[in-house]
C-alpha cells in the first residue's frame, strides 16, 4: 500500500506541473483584465487538436508542433480579444460570462462537426517509455511535460517580476487608471495578456497530447480543473495557482486509488469546497477588507 501510496503522488506531482502551466494562463487573464475566460479550456482543445494533426501529417512527435502551435494560439488569443473581449471589458460581468461561455460552445460544437466526437490519440514508442525507480514506475512524457512546465512557469514568473513589460503587467493588474495616468498603455497591455494566457495553452497542447486523448468537449474537463486550481490558490495570485495545482492533482491521484469508480475525481472537489468555506479568499489570496 505505501509503494501505491508514493506512486499516486509522484504521478500527481508530475501531472501538476502541466496543470499549473494551463492554470497561470487563466490566473493571468484575470489578475490583469478582472475577466474570467470561460473559453480558456477551449483554447486547449484547438491546440491540442492542431497539434494532433501536425504529428499526423509530419509523422513526427507531438513536441514537435510547438513552435507552430504556440505562435498559432497566441495569434488566435490576439484575434479573439481583438473580435470578442475588448469590447466587452467594461460591460457587466454576467455579459462578459455569458459571451465567452457561447464562445466556447461555439468551439467545441465547431469541433464536434469538423473533427466528429470521435477519440483520438498520439501513439509512439516515446509516449509508451517509461523509467522505474524502485517500486516507482514514471512515465516519460509526463517527466517531459512536468519538466517543461516548469522551466516555462518559472519563465513567465521572471517575465512578469523581473522585465519592463512585467512591471507593465502588474501595474494595470494592481490599478487600470493610475497605470494610464503614469503612460502605461493599458490597452496593449491586455492584448499582451490575454495572448499571453492564451499562449501557454499552446506549449501545454504538445506536451499533454502524448498523455490525454482528445475530443470536442475535452476542454470542460480542463477548465473544470482550472477553475478549481485559480480559486484553491486565490484569484489572480500566480504563486498561488502554481501551488495550487500540485495540490489538486496530487489530490486527484490519491482520490483515484482510494475512492471507488466514478467517485475519484471528488476529491479535489470536495477540498475546494473546505477551502470556500474556510479560506475563501484562497490559500495565498489576500482578505478582503
Same mark, same amino acid.
Do not use: D, P
Given at each position: 500500500m505505501v509503494d501505491l501510496v508514493l506512486q499516486a503522488i509522484v504521478s500527481g506531482i508530475l501531472l501538476g506541473g502541466v496543470y499549473s502551466l494551463?492554470? =497561470?494562463? /487563466?490566473?493571468?487573464?484575470?489578475?490583469?483584465?478582472? *475577466?474570467?475566460?470561460? %473559453? #480558456?479550456?477551449?483554447f486547449l482543445m484547438v491546440g491540442m487538436y492542431a497539434t494532433y494533426f501536425f504529428a499526423q501529417a509530419f509523422h513526427t512527435e507531438a513536441y514537435a508542433a510547438l513552435p507552430v502551435v504556440l505562435p498559432g494560439l497566441f495569434a488566435?488569443? =490576439?484575434?479573439?480579444? #481583438? /473580435? /470578442?473581449?475588448?469590447p466587452i471589458l467594461g460591460a457587466e460581468p454576467l455579459n462578459q460570462i455569458l459571451l /465567452?461561455?457561447?464562445?466556447?460552445l461555439v468551439l467545441q460544437n465547431a469541433a464536434l462537426a469538423a473533427f466528429s466526437p470521435d477519440a483520438r490519440s498520439l501513439q509512439s514508442a516515446l509516449s509508451m517509455a517509461k523509467l522505474e525507480a524502485g517500486p516507482i514506475i514514471v512515465s516519460v512524457p509526463k517527466l517531459? %511535460?512536468?519538466?517543461?512546465?516548469?522551466? *516555462?512557469?518559472?519563465?513567465?514568473?521572471? !517575465?512578469?517580476? %523581473?522585465?519592463? !513589460?512585467?512591471?507593465? *503587467?502588474r501595474a494595470a493588474a494592481s490599478d487600470r487608471e493610475t497605470a494610464a495616468l503614469m503612460g502605461i498603455n493599458v490597452g496593449r497591455v491586455n492584448l !499582451?495578456?490575454?495572448?499571453?494566457?492564451v499562449g501557454c495553452l499552446g506549449v501545454a497542447a504538445p506536451l499533454i497530447m502524448p498523455i490525454f486523448y482528445i475530443v470536442p468537449n475535452i476542454g470542460t474537463f480542463f477548465i473544470l480543473i482550472a477553475? =478549481? =486550481?485559480v480559486v484553491l490558490g486565490g484569484i489572480g495570485n500566480f504563486m498561488g495557482a502554481f501551488l495550487a495545482s500540485f495540490i489538486v492533482a496530487v489530490a486527484e491521484s490519491l482520490g483515484a486509488l482510494f475512492m471507488p469508480g466514478s467517485t475519484a475525481p471528488v476529491l479535489p472537489f470536495l477540498l475546494f469546497i473546505l477551502v470556500l468555506l474556510f479560506k475563501p479568499e484562497g490559500l495565498l489570496g489576500a482578505r478582503a477588507r
Open positions: 494551463i492554470c =497561470v494562463g /487563466l490566473t493571468l487573464t484575470f489578475g490583469v483584465m478582472r *475577466i474570467i475566460n470561460f %473559453a #480558456h479550456g477551449e488566435f488569443g =490576439v484575434v479573439v480579444y #481583438h /473580435l /470578442l473581449v475588448r /465567452l461561455m457561447g464562445f466556447s517531459i %511535460a512536468f519538466g517543461a512546465s516548469l522551466v *516555462i512557469t518559472a519563465g513567465l514568473y521572471w !517575465l512578469l517580476r %523581473a522585465t519592463e !513589460l512585467g512591471r507593465r *503587467i !499582451l495578456a490575454f495572448g499571453i494566457g477553475f =478549481v =486550481v
